[in-house]
């Protein structure tokens, strides 16, 4: 099959990198020095299974891969608008967009059922601009386990044992396309189980987004390093609580353990993707990953004080030195 990964970074590279693996026609979308890079050596992924390289053709403009079986969108929240019309081109009738994102995705509400189906989310989408450009028809959902650090243009390490991308439909369903990229990513190597309910996967992930990213951002260290604070560790299992209330507040149960999730993100000494933003002075994704998901505690009227707090200061943090600068 053939499979266009728009945007090239760490997450990006590492599927692209496996679906090659796995067998698929893979070509990126990627600029700079990454896309240099990935034109001159092509993708090198430094994982605990495998140390690996993929050769995926490679263009900043999608007009030139052409029409695809699938694409997968693995940008930064804030880059979204900015690829929107880009993946025009990359689609036919029928090719399934996902999006491999953290936080809040566009389409949250769309196909959701109820008296809050169809609510925009302008802060993820300004203007809709993503919506008109790919249409909720062919949208689905992705959630990505993995933990990877970009140690060059074109490299990638990873530091989690294995790595996952859950996939789902936004009314539950998905088409053939989508349990071939899925195949595809299986036999390169990594989990990609297809899920009747992705609203479900997106809080079961976020949660830990929510309460570990400010700490680190604030204490710039990795997790195992502020989870060794007993106070950072309390906040952290307390800010999880408070995600988990959130998901229910909208109507998802989560089957989470607050004390064992804190514990276990305490194992491993990778730096969240938002501070190594932040340490290389990039834009923090801090719209869909932290300032959104309280935006909807606020809607479903559930208190988040231990949150307040701390994405308070993260995003006063990221404002001071103009890496987040809300929606106007
Ligand atoms: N890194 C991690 O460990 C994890 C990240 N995630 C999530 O995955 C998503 C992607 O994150 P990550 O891979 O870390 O981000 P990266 O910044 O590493 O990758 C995004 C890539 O997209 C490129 N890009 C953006 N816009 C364009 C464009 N218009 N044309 C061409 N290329 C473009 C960026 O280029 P440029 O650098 O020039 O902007 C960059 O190479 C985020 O939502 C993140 O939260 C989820 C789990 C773990
Ligand atoms: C920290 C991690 C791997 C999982 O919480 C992540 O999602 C990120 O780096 O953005």
Not at 144 to 163: L, M
Not at 264 to 278: E, F, G, N, V, W
């Amino acid at each position: 099959m053939r499979v266009c990964v728009f945007g090239a970074g760490a997450i990006g590279g590492h599927l692209a990198a496996r679906l090659a693996r796995g067998g698929a026609e893979v070509s990126v979308v990627a600029r700079g020095a990454t896309l240099a890079a990935i034109r001159e050596r092509g993708i090198t992924v430094v994982a605990r299974d495998a140390t690996f390289e993929a050769r995926p053709a490679a263009s900043d403009d999608p007009a030139a891969l052409g029409p695809q079986d699938a694409v997968v969108v693995t940008v930064k929240g804030h880059q979204l608008a900015g690829v929107a019309a880009g993946i025009a081109p990359l689609r036919r009738a029928g090719t399934p967009v996902a999006f491999v994102m953290n936080g809040i995705p566009w389409w949250y509400f769309d196909r959701h059922g109820g008296p809050l189906d169809g609510t925009a989310l302008p802060a993820i989408d300004p203007g809709g601009a993503v919506r008109a450009a790919v249409g909720v028809e062919r949208t689905v959902g992705g959630v990505v386990y993995s933990a990877c650090t970009i140690t060059a243009p074109g490299r990638i390490e990873v530091e989690n044992e294995r790595s996952r991308v859950v996939f789902g439909g936004l009314d539950g369903t998905v088409g053939e396309p989508v349990r071939a990229l899925a195949a595809a990513l299986e036999a390169g190597g990594m989990g990609a189980p297809i899920v009747p309910d992705i609203r479900r996967e997106v809080w079961a992930k976020l949660v830990s987004n929510l309460s570990n990213g400010p700490l680190c951002l604030l204490s710039r260290q990795g997790l195992a390093a502020t989870l060794r604070d007993p106070a950072a560790l309390e906040a952290a299992r307390a800010g999880l609580e408070e995600g988990v209330a959130i998901a229910r507040g909208l109507g998802i149960a989560l089957d989470v353990d607050p004390a064992a999730r804190v514990a276990a993100s305490r194992s491993t000494a990778h730096k969240p993707s938002i501070l190594q933003d932040m340490e290389a002075g990039k834009p923090i994704e801090m719209e869909a990953m932290l300032v959104q998901p309280l935006a909807l505690a606020r809607m479903a009227g559930v208190p988040t004080p231990v949150l307040d707090l701390l994405v308070g200061l993260a995003r006063s943090a990221a404002e001071a030195t103009g890496q987040y600068r809300p929606a106007a």
